[in-house]
């Protein structure tokens, strides 16, 4: 969970270190070229508390973005109402 980074119709970046091994990326991926392979001797994988707090924050700004959408959209409601301006 977001361990991914790009944009639509650039290239993306799978952050490994971040990987939680999910695989919800491989069903997504539009041109299935993720390959999912042990990660190296040494390397740890994020721990429990690491992973939920990853969480909460994508859960957060998604909310974020939520009342920032719906303060657009009911900006733009009271400017588009006749006699606003």
Same mark, same amino acid.
């Given at each position: 969970?977001?361990? +991914? +980074? &790009?944009a639509h119709r650039f290239l993306h970046t799978v952050f #490994? *270190? #971040? /990987?939680? &091994? /999910? #695989?919800l990326c491989i069903e997504s991926c539009p041109v299935d070229c993720i390959v999912m392979r042990p990660r190296p001797a040494g390397e740890l994988a994020p721990t429990q508390a690491q992973n939920r707090s990853r969480y909460q924050k994508h859960c957060? *700004? &998604? #909310?974020?973005e939520a009342q920032q959408r719906a303060a657009l959209l009911a900006e733009r409601k009271r400017s588009a109402q006749p006699g606003s301006t």
């Amino acid at each position: 969970m977001d361990a +991914i +980074i &790009g944009a639509h119709r650039f290239l993306h970046t799978v952050f #490994e *270190r #971040e /990987c939680t &091994g /999910c #695989e919800l990326c491989i069903e997504s991926c539009p041109v299935d070229c993720i390959v999912m392979r042990p990660r190296p001797a040494g390397e740890l994988a994020p721990t429990q508390a690491q992973n939920r707090s990853r969480y909460q924050k994508h859960c957060s *700004r &998604g #909310e974020q973005e939520a009342q920032q959408r719906a303060a657009l959209l009911a900006e733009r409601k009271r400017s588009a109402q006749p006699g606003s301006t």
